[in-house]
T-cell receptor, first 113, second 115 residues
């Protein structure tokens, strides 16, 4: 497959370890945040979302934390697996543009066996 | 249920040429958005189409234009191509009336290279 990006921040973790991917967002008016996973040759795939009235949300093996004070978002992946290798993007949106996403730069996650 | 399909998957153009990219939305989705993803960057919103009309636009010049057809499929047209237009162009569809970007379904993209 083709490479999604060549100069992204990278994170390498051992298989089975937990991963934490961080993201700083820009607009204090944003009220809805989403994490996407993008594998090589594919479009972004929804992972988990969180609204600004929450500070934590859990899914299957994933947790998103939101700190509105410092405009920071994080994605925690428990017990990472080889299939978790991908580029991860955070995205923000505002009430009026619920379907207009503003994406961050992305982080490439590599899982070492 | 089919997802979002885009064509072509790859194409090469030269500066000054024009290009048309196509997108078929997911079944049941009537809103289509286009994003540009440069290498090493996150996707950037170009515009959105709903009921065959542009419904929101990002910071892109007028030489980026689009269409939506009665069957909800869409085209992205770029005129007077520049080298910086080289990117992956992503189409995303969503059902109307549902709030929240988690309903966006992305296609695999069309990779445009401008020489």
């Amino acid at each position: 497959g083709e490479s999604v990006g060549l100069h992204l921040p990278t994170l390498s973790v051992q298989e089975g370890d937990n991963s934490i991917i961080n993201c700083a967002y820009s607009n204090s008016a944003s009220d809805y945040f989403i994490w996407y996973k993008q594998e090589s040759g594919k479009g972004p795939q929804f992972i988990i979302d969180i609204r600004s009235n929450m500070d934590k949300r859990q899914g299957q093996r994933v947790t998103v934390l939101l700190n509105k004070t410092v405009k920071h978002l994080s994605l925690q992946i428990a017990a990472t697996q080889p299939g978790d290798s991908a580029v991860y993007f955070c995205a923000e949106t505002r009430p009026q543009g619920a379907q207009k996403l503003v994406f961050g730069q992305g982080t490439r996650l590599t899982i070492n066996p | 249920e089919t997802g979002v399909t885009q064509s072509p998957t790859h194409l090469i153009k030269t500066r000054g040429q024009q290009v048309t990219l196509r997108c078929s939305s997911q079944s049941g989705h009537n809103t289509v958005s286009w994003y540009q993803q440069a290498l090493g960057q996150g996707p950037q919103f170009i515009f959105q189409y709903y009921r065959e009309e542009e419904n929101g636009r990002g910071n892109f010049p007028p030489r980026f234009s689009g269409l939506q057809f009665p069957n909800y499929s869409s085209e992205l047209n770029v005129n007077a191509l520049e080298l910086d237009d080289s990117a992956l162009y992503l189409c995303a569809s969503s059902p109307t009336g549902v709030v929240g970007a988690n309903v966006l379904t992305f296609g695999a993209g069309s990779r445009l290279t401008v020489l």
